[in-house]
């Protein structure tokens, strides 16, 4: 230690070379020769008291021991710049020394330990570098600085200058000048920024008070003048079309208009930084400018103006219950460029005062306050009105739901008929799916936390006499208020070619303008719908340039579930190459044998680049035309056919005809825009007198779906050739960013035509079936014959609720044929059939009663020729007189009567629909809609354990006979203690017949798959039964399936050859296996994908056509005679209610395995017979 000491005494006397107890000053590595350690804490540091006071001597002192870090990850740093973060003001500008120490107090230099130092860096230690297992210890530093600078005080840049004076004239202002701090660590002392006060420049004497920092007042005193400057500039409008006769305005007074070619010249204006230009343009959105600040006589500015965003709605209000006293809040939320800046509220149509804010909120509710509500939004790009939001005020004590269930019927199986009753029919009670007053905190919100509605509150259950068995069903005894079931509503289908039915494979599907999804191979997509959405807007790009973009307003289920909807594409017309430098006619029209109805005219140099360049090279151009005299075009028109109105209101159109354009540089393929362009319209086309002066051309935003005007035709005659002369409709437009266009008229004629669908001809409200898409197509028809339309003119389709739909429609009330409308309905790509009109009309079948129905001239499409399709119906939509009391109560409503039409009761005149009547049968013990996911039910016993998360399974049976054979599952509970022998449900299908082997069919049968029932705590596996009808016995079972459920305890037995029993599996096995399992967030879409993978046998592909030997999972053999005796057709197979469920004896699984194991189906590449979306069996060949 003595050693040590004396040489720090001889170090520090130059003070040129500090030697500390690590040995250096400045920067140094020590790797201890010798292993060295303390094992007490209170020992003193490694310098001495002698060596800190010789230190003191020489001005200088040690700081304080610092300790940042510690040696975990990659070592110890005890790094200058981290401390002086952390202790600014403790560590000297420039320390002249460092020393280190563990916690444990022991010197660097005695560690053992490879260490690092540098006083100006700071000290470090390597784990790496210290040898197998062995880290750093955890070191503590401090540094020797001079006295005179512990102050440890950062030092000043040089003042910078001070900035110019800001007064105006006459006034007193501030000048500023400022300096930076050079250390980044330590602070210094004194002000950052100094001021002092300035005077402005002189006035000059005027009556004026505007003060100019550059130039001089104008004589009106609105300005600051600049008389030596001029402004230069150009404006370009949407697409970069040259903006000609722009307007530019200055504190609202114009300045200049732009010239031809979008150019304006302004002189005086000042270059301040501070002047403000309006530029406006008609179609597009006003743009402020500021001029900036130069110091040049000359500036240039260029303007790029956007189309005007007309106001549309991004959120309506949102319907409401609530009690006497509480509160109410309803938002609506509208977009637009620029933004709306005026809100409107009415009460049952009637204005509210003092609401002029996007939010109502009605405090304090009396139940005079119940009724529909309303926003309209209004500003410089319109008005638009929000579809009503009704509130309901309930008294304080008063039901919110009516406890007393409504009648629902549900159909029995065939062999549970009801002698009480005399009918195959039960009623079961249900819950109406409406809205409730529920447990709602006193939070003002848009939307409620919670949704509340009417559903099940208790259920018994009853057991039915059947014909040898017991039937259990759940009645519903009472309803009450309940949280909704979270649901989620779909949209899927096909995007195909209208004229072939070629998909659009992997094309791009958009909504607001971003990519959401694609298309498949075969066109499918399927697009869950995102929640608060009120109008559902897609647009379907094609990558491969075939199909025209388009554009769809789709409708969907509010309630959740899927629909399915068929996007009909048109094809894009191959482009022909035009010169841009000439004037080019592009003549439109699709039907043979008749005029072209469109012309459209391009005169020379047009065309420009997206950049607003003018293109001179050759073009190709494409123009696509959907013609309405084609009425197979109808389902492909573009978007609802909807405008808005300049009060808000949302009207329809009827259009004559939609074209597409697409033109591209020859070269290079780069996309082009066209300024003004002539459109001729034909007017002998146009057969309505009153559609001539109030024809307009349209395009379409495709965000909104909604067509917005582009401008007005004008009537002028045009000589064609030295003798013909025709009269046209003349109009002008520019074609920029967007690139379809509708020559349309307002029609103000309008009705609602009411449809419902059923499951059966029956026609029975408990069978009416939800979610199916009714189309209807509006017709102009031939004069003088009604029944021979001459064209379209448009296309609209509603989704079905539990009260059926209203149709949009054209109507007259003075001429009962002006329009006509074709009605078809379709579900989940299944063509539903209208009810006949041959040989003599029925008006109990039809809905209608006469003599009404003989004024609509309804007629099925079969009507006069009975080898077309029975899947449309068309009529005369003729406006119901109000003088007569026979067409006051449907199917035909005014415009005005929406709402009449929506509740119209089961006894109202409405048209119909069936679905053609299958071979198969559901029964459910806890009764569910699969149309409506909101009347779902939490039980134990529900086929569905969870909403939302539908799985269906199905097995394939093949059936050895000459007949068709009915087959049932019976589907029970199997190992959860709550459902263990008890019914879930039946289903009953009948097999389709071989066509290519007369004794072969086979049949796809549902049963309840195995998993979590809705208590989501325990599976259970589900007892199957699979019963054929008749004398049948068990001939093979597939050995892959009979392996796996040995493999996979319990074992059901099936000592029964006559049927087969099995506790399904919770694996979704696949065709090898004879089983077919989908999930989807949609009940029939799961099924219709299961059945679909089962028809074809394949786990990856769907077909409609049975392949018998494919993907077969038993195989039973029949007798010859098919049993007709209904008193024995499932009874001697229904057993006891609660059959056993056991595991099998030991050796029986390997006896039943020998006994039932053979050879694999031989695989067939012949079609078979096939059912139809409908359910009747059809042939079909390949």
């Known amino acids: 230690m003595g050693r040590t000491e004396r040489r720090v005494r001889m170090s520090v006397r130059p003070l040129l070379l500090l030697l500390l107890t690590l040995g250096i000053t400045t920067a140094f590595d020590v790797t201890a020769k010798e292993s060295w350690r303390r094992d007490h804490k209170d020992s003193s540091p490694s310098v001495s008291h002698s060596d800190d006071n010789l230190y003191s001597r020489y001005n200088y002192e040690w700081t304080t021991w610092f300790n940042v870090d510690h040696p975990g990850g990659l070592g110890d740093y005890e790094q200058l710049e981290a401390i002086r973060f952390y202790y600014r003001a403790r560590v000297c500008k420039t320390p002249r020394a460092i020393e280190a120490r563990t916690s444990e107090w022991v010197p660097a230099r005695e560690t053992g330990e490879t260490v690092h130092a540098d006083p100006a860096i700071g000290f470090w230690c390597l784990n790496e570098e210290q040898g197998p297992e062995r880290n750093c210890s955890n070191y503590a530093v401090r540094f ?72 001089k007042v104008n004589a009106e005193c609105d300005a600051c003048m600049c008389e030596e400057h001029i402004l230069l500039g150009s404006v370009r409008g949407a697409g970069g079309l040259t903006a000609e006769g722009a307007t530019l305005l200055r504190s609202g007074k114009l300045l200049t208009l732009t010239d031809h070619n979008g150019h304006f010249r302004i002189p005086g204006v000042c270059p301040d930084g501070n002047t403000t230009l309006t530029v406006t343009l008609k179609g597009h959105a006003p743009l402020s400018v500021v001029v900036p600040h130069s110091a040049e006589r000359t500036s240039v500015v260029s303007v790029q103006l956007k189309r005007t965003e007309k106001l549309h709605v991004l959120g309506h209000p949102e319907s409401k ?118 447990q709602l905190d006193k939070g003002i919100r848009c939307k409620d936390k919670v949704a509340y509605c009417c559903g099940v509150k208790k259920m018994e259950k009853k057991q039915l006499t059947c014909q040898g068995y017991q039937l259990p069903t759940m009645v519903v005894t009472e309803c009450g208020c309940q949280k909704r079931v979270e649901t989620k509503a779909i949209v899927h289908g096909r995007a195909i070619a209208a004229d072939n039915g070629e998909p659009m494979r992997f094309g791009h599907v958009f909504m607001n303008g971003v990519r959401i999804s694609r298309t498949g191979y075969k066109g499918t997509f399927s697009i869950q719908v995102p929640p608060d959405t009120e109008r559902l807007v897609l647009t379907f790009v094609d990558n491969m340039h075939k199909f025209v973009n388009t554009t769809k307003v789709l409708p969907f289920n509010t309630k959740g579930g899927a629909v399915y909807h068929e996007i009909k594409l048109l094809r894009k017309k191959l482009p022909v190459t035009i010169s841009p430098r000439e004037t080019n006619t592009l003549e439109l029209g ?43 075009t109808a389902a492909a028109a573009q978007s609802d056919l909807n405008f808005v109105g300049d009060e808000g209101d949302t009207m ?33 086309q146009v057969k309505m007198s009153a559609h001539l002066n109030t024809m307009k051309l349209w395009s379409l935003n495709p965000d909104t779906g909604l067509w917005e005007e582009e401008g007005s035709l004008q009537v002028e005659k045009k000589r064609r050739g030295k003798r013909e002369e025709r009269t046209f409709l003349i109009g002008n437009m520019e074609i920029r960013e967007r690139r379809l266009f509708n020559l349309d008229v307002p029609e103000n004629r309008r009705c609602y035509v009411k449809v419902r669908t059923f499951r059966s001809e029956r026609f029975m409200p408990s069978e009416q079936v939800e979610g199916v898409v009714v189309s209807l197509i509006n017709m102009e028809p031939t004069a003088g014959y009604s029944s021979n339309p001459r064209a379209w003119g448009r296309f609209d389709s509603v989704v079905t609720g539990s009260s059926g739909a209203c149709l949009p429609a054209f109507c007259d009330e003075q001429k009962a044929d002006a329009y006509s409308a074709y009605v078809m309905a379709n579900l989940g790509g299944e063509e539903l059939e209208a009810v006949s009109s041959a040989h003599k009309l029925n008006p109990n079948l039809i809905g209608v009663p006469q003599p009404y129905l003989s004024k609509l001239n309804y007629r099925r499409t079969d009507h006069e020729d009975p080898r077309l399709k029975t899947t449309a119906f068309s009529i005369n939509v003729a406006k119901p007189s109000a003088n007569t009391a026979e067409e006051s109560n449907g199917p035909v409503y005014t415009f005005e009567n929406l709402k009449e039409c929506e509740e119209a009761p089961f006894s109202a005149a409405h048209f119909r629909f069936s679905r053609v009547e299958g071979d198969g049968y559901d029964y459910n013990t806890v009764p569910f809609n699969e149309d409506d996911p909101m009347s779902w039910t939490q039980d134990y016993l529900t086929w569905w354990p969870k909403p939302m998360e539908y799985r269906a399974c199905y097995i394939k049976v093949k059936m050895n006979s000459p007949h068709e054979i009915n087959v049932r599952s019976r589907n029970m509970g199997g190992t959860h203690p709550k459902t263990v022998g008890q019914l879930y449900g039946l289903r009953d299908t009948r097999s389709i017949r071989d066509m290519a082997q007369a004794t072969l069919s086979a049949v796809c049968l549902e049963f309840k798959c195995s998993g979590m029932l809705y208590d989501q705590q325990r599976v259970d596996r589900t007892l199957v039964r699979v019963i054929p009808q008749g004398s049948c016995r068990r001939d093979q079972v597939n050995t892959i399936l009979q392996e796996y459920l040995v493999n996979h305890l319990p074992l059901a037995v099936n000592n029964d050859t006559n049927e087969f029993t099995m506790l399904a599996p919770l694996d979704p096995l696949g065709h090898n296996y004879g089983i077919y399992t989908v999930t989807d967030q949609d009940p029939r879409t799961a099924k219709e994908m299961a059945l679909g993978r089962c028809f074809d046998g394949t786990s990856d592909s769907t077909s409609r056509v049975m392949k018998s030997n494919e993907g077969v999972a038993l195989t039973f053999t029949c007798g010859d005679r098919e049993s007709t005796s209904q008193t024995s057709v499932f009874q001697a197979r229904q057993g006891s209610q609660g059959q056993a469920v056991t595991s099998v004896v030991r050796g029986e699984g390997r006896q039943n395995r020998r006994r039932q194991r053979a050879n694999a189906p031989r695989s067939s590449s012949s079609r078979r017979s096939t059912r139809n979306p409908a359910g009747r069996r059809t042939k079909a060949r390949s």
Not at 155 to 166: E, T
Not at 190 to 213: F, N
Not at 327 to 355: I, M, R
Not at 590 to 605: K, L, R
Request: glycine residues 8%.
């Open 652 to 684: 329809p159109l009827r259009t004559y005809g939609m074209f597409s354009v697409d033109f591209r540089g020859e070269e290079n393929n780069e996309p082009l825009n066209v300024g003004e362009v002539k459109v001729f319209l034909d007017s002998a």
């Open 590 to 632: 699709e039907v043979e044998g008749q005029e072209a109805m469109v012309q459209i005219q391009i005169p020379p140099n047009a065309f420009y680049t997206e950049k607003g360049e003018v293109f001179t090279g050759n073009v190709n151009a494409s123009v696509t035309f959907l013609d309405p005299r084609d009425v197979s």
């Open 144 to 215: 020797l600085c001079s006295k005179d600078n512990m102050n440890t005080e950062g030092n000043w840049d040089p003042w910078s200058d001070w900035n110019p004076c800001s007064a105006l004239c006459g006034q007193v202002g501030v000048q500023v000048r400022s300096r930076n701090c050079q250390s980044h660590w330590m602070p210094c002392s004194g002000p950052k920024v100094e001021a002092k006060a300035c005077s402005g420049p002189e006035c000059h004497k005027t009556d004026c008070s505007r003060q100019c920092v550059m130039g």
């Open 321 to 438: 219950v609530r009690r006497k006293g509480h509160t109410a809040a309803f938002c609506c939320k509208v977009a637009g460029t620029p933004q709306p800046d005026k809100y409107q509220w009415f009460h049952n149509n009637s204005l509210l005062e003092k609401q002029s804010e996007s939010t109502l909120v009605l405090k304090n509710l009396h139940p005079e306050q119940s009724g529909q509500y309303y926003c309209r939004a209004s500003g410089p790009s319109g008005a638009i009105k929000t579809k009503p939001a009704t509130l309901k005020v309930l008294g304080r004590d008063e039901h919110s739901c009516n406890p007393k269930p409504e009648s629902h019927l549900i159909r029995l199986p065939r062999d549970c008929h009801q002698n009480s009753t005399d009918s195959f029919y039960y009623d079961v009670g249900k819950c109406p799916s409406i809205a409730c007053a529920g």
